[in-house]
């Protein structure tokens, strides 16, 4: 259900504006011991200096696997030639299969760089932090580095 809620709200965000990116990322989960490495695939939609992306992430350690669906904000604050940063905020459903799954909330900053009018190369930081506790143990930082696709 909270799935399909998180969907249906990226749905009607990319249905009502005009420039939807598509990524694919790749992470490095720094909250656990030893570290995770996860790639994703993410859906987005630019109002002109606002954005809204969606995300879905897939984790891997061992055994101790874990799913992670997203919905992050941004604004870009500063442009410098074909360098955007953007500050960012979300919400982000974690689903490990050894545990029980929750929410957590993280802000981080993100930087864009155009290769051309439609693809750019992509860095993010983040720091998350569950809101409830049988999530906690997935709080801290990661970073991803990807590339995206304007449409």
Not at 8 to 15: E, K, P, W
């Amino acid at each position: 259900m909270k799935k399909i809620a998180l969907a249906t709200l990226l749905a009607v965000a990319v249905g009502s504006a005009s420039a939807v990116e598509l990524g694919l990322t790749t992470q490095r989960d720094y909250s656990q011991t030893p570290n995770r490495n996860g790639f994703g695939i993410t859906l987005g939609q630019k109002y002109d200096k606002v954005s809204v992306t969606g995300g879905f992430e897939r984790y891997t350690q061992d055994s101790n696997d874990m799913n992670r669906y997203s919905l992050v904000g941004g604004y870009d604050i500063a442009k410098v030639g074909d360098l955007t940063i953007t500050p960012k905020a979300g919400v982000a459903f974690i689903d490990p299969t050894t545990t029980s799954s929750g929410w957590q909330g993280s802000v981080g900053v993100g930087a864009s760089y155009a290769v051309t009018k439609t693809v750019a190369l992509t860095a993010d930081y983040r720091y998350q932090s569950a809101f409830q506790s049988r999530v906690n143990n997935f709080d801290g930082n990661v970073i991803s580095a990807g590339i995206k696709v304007g449409f």
